[in-house]
């Protein structure tokens, strides 16, 4: 059985990420998903510096949304994923809402899936 405070620091922990990676995704947008005028002004101001700033938060994103989705469990270490997370909530609390949480987590796993090869390729070596 999952103890009140062991289930709130995994929680509290699991939704710290998640809202850190919520703000990166929205100062993405900012930047990048704005106007064609902001765009223009990035590139007149700066135009590398805001390139290469595009590609880390691309990679951000991508490398994020890709540990969302990893196993519950790598090589013997716990991974804070969504599906960790599930298996822990669903093996010790009764009152968790083990069909419906599963529905969500398998869409969330599907549509990592789609970002998984460029993951892939962002950890790779060079070729």
């Known amino acids: ?3 009140d405070a062991e289930a709130r620091k995994i929680a509290d922990e ?7 990676q ?8 900012t930047l990048y998903h704005h106007s064609e005028k902001r765009i223009d002004l990035l ?4 135009k590398f510096f805001f390139g290469e700033l595009q590609c880390m938060y ?9 540990k969302l989705a990893d196993p519950p469990e790598t ?5 804070l994923s969504v599906r960790g997370i ?10 968790y809402p083990t069909q419906e949480a599963e529905k969500l987590v ?19 070596h060079y070729d």
Do not use: P
């Open 1 to 3: 059985m999952v103890s």
């Open 106 to 124: 398998a869409g969330i796993e599907n549509r990592a899936r789609a970002v998984s090869k460029w993951r892939s390729k962002l950890l790779a």
């Open 75 to 79: 090589r013997g270490h716990k991974n």
């Open 58 to 66: 691309v990679h951000l994103i991508i490398l994020n949304v890709s």
């Open 43 to 46: 590139n007149k101001t700066a």
């Open 86 to 95: 599930h298996d822990y909530f669903r093996s010790g609390t009764t009152c």
């Open 22 to 29: 919520y703000h990166e995704f929205k100062e993405f947008l």
């Open 14 to 20: 699991f939704a710290n990420l998640a809202v850190q």
